[in-house]
């Protein structure tokens, strides 16, 4: 991007403030970049999915309107997501007591002994070399690392270079690199670094050519005391279709455990996260986001992004009756009895379907739509067991909860007119509109 390209953002910021107000203005474009100007087309980095989502069917027009009356001309905006831009930047804010704000990742009791950990490999490798650390999703196995990465690169003004890189990405890369005849330019790249990080250990797992090649990488590494650090689901005598070498080579350093973040802790998490963020997240929505939001501790501080971004564009704070309002998902009795057969009766009658068509196998397109439906309102609305609600369907294995999940929370994204069903069905639930405790 040229230089007349950023000067043109910048004033395109500017009028924007002037037109929807400096908080509107800060909130939404702060961490917006500008990555290329060609043809009429102006192409803009966003930090996520929120931010593009409301830039896209908000403010879009008016960004285009604003191009047109400097310009002169015709400018089309595009929106293109880059995860490595923050919403909000945390470095150098303070505390309301003046204090710093806490580090985004804590050190808490489910992750201390991986923390210290790391601080020892990092600071003399020769102790345990590679470093296997171990655990389910979500336990922040990656943020961890990467922070701690981030740390030894930096630290007393070093040039320090690291390789990171999941177990797929080193597994594409290297069939790639084999196809091409380019091996050794992939295999320099990763020789040249002082450290190394493979995520996601655990899909190395019957590809027999790239464990070889990293088994060779590894001990490359070993024997030039270079840290390496391993993540995964699994401990390596766990993990199936793996060379018995590299399992040997996994094992001969430190295994550590890592377990989920508790209830508590994520609570604890989220409250260094939230004051990010310049309007304040109460408590009490907090602990709600913490017990209600299923899945990965990820999942739930890209909700609290959420909440925060649309208290914040609705200028009001993000109390459990503003939850209640946008975020009906968080406003269920969690663990109350829910009568199945009303909720399969109500989807049905929403998408004109038959409840016998949902509780089946039935590949019947309005009637899987309406099955991901009802096992996304039980499990992420009421909290119900996944096997409970899989019972109802037809004896459904529970895998494929996060399946639907995921299914109905794009839907709801890409479809405004879906999310709208979903939330009239939510409504007739008595869960819409007001808190039920």
């Not at 609570?267 to 939001?293: D, G, M, N």
């Not at 009001?316 to 946008?326: D, N």
């Not at 409504?427 to 007001?434: H, S």
């Amino acid at each position: 991007m040229n230089l007349l390209a950023r000067d043109l953002w910048e004033d395109v910021r500017q009028a924007f403030q002037t037109t929807e107000g400096t908080a509107v203005g800060d909130l939404w474009l702060q961490n917006v970049r500008p990555l290329e100007f060609s043809r009429g087309v102006f192409t803009l980095g966003v930090p996520n999915d929120v931010v593009r989502q409301w830039l896209e069917h908000r403010y879009r027009t008016t960004l285009e309107s604003i191009f047109r009356s400097l310009t002169g001309s015709s400018v089309r905006v595009m929106l293109q997501l880059d995860p490595s831009l923050p919403l909000r930047r945390p470095a150098r804010k303070q505390s309301a007591a003046g204090r710093p704000v806490p580090p985004l990742l804590m050190v808490r009791p489910e992750n201390r002994l991986a923390n210290a950990a790391i601080k020892r490999l990092l600071g003399d490798p020769a102790s345990g070399n590679p470093l296997f650390l171990y655990g389910p999703t979500g336990s922040g196995k990656t943020e961890l690392v990467r922070q701690h990465m981030r740390d030894y690169c930096g630290a007393g003004g070093s040039a320090r270079s690291t390789v990171s890189l999941t177990a797929e990405a080193f597994s594409s890369g290297f069939v790639s690199a084999a196809r091409e005849r380019a091996v050794p330019a992939f295999r320099g790249r990763l020789l040249a670094a002082d450290a190394l990080v493979l995520e996601e250990a655990h899909r190395l797992r019957g590809k027999a050519r790239s464990q070889k090649e990293f088994l060779s990488i590894l001990k490359y590494y070993v024997a030039r005391n270079r840290p390496v650090i391993l993540t995964s689901r699994h401990p390596p005598n766990a993990i199936f279709l793996l060379d018995e070498g590299l399992r040997s080579h996994f094992l001969s350093g430190i295994l550590v455990p890592i377990r989920s973040y508790s209830v508590p802790s994520r609570v604890a998490v989220l409250e260094a996260h939230a004051r990010r963020f310049p309007r304040e997240i109460p408590l009490e929505t907090i602990e709600r986001i913490a017990q209600r939001i299923p899945g990965t501790f990820d999942r739930q501080v890209r909700f609290l992004e959420r909440v925060a971004a649309f208290a914040a564009l609705e200028q009001k704070p993000a109390s459990l009756e503003f939850l209640a309002q946008g975020f009906p998902e968080l406003a269920g009795q969690g663990e109350r009895d829910v009568d199945l057969k009303s909720l399969i009766q109500l989807v049905a009658d929403e998408f004109g379907t038959r409840p016998e068509e949902i509780a089946s196998n039935h590949k019947v397109r309005s009637a899987v739509l309406a099955r991901h439906l009802v096992i996304y309102l039980a499990t992420v609305v009421f909290n119900l067991k996944a096997r409970r609600v899989m019972r109802h369907l037809g004896g459904l294995s529970p895998s494929t909860t996060a399946y639907a999940r995921r299914k109905i929370e794009q839907r709801r994204k890409q479809d405004v007119l879906f999310d709208a069903r979903v939330k009239r069905v939510l409504e007739q639930l008595n869960v819409g509109q007001k808190l039920l405790f």
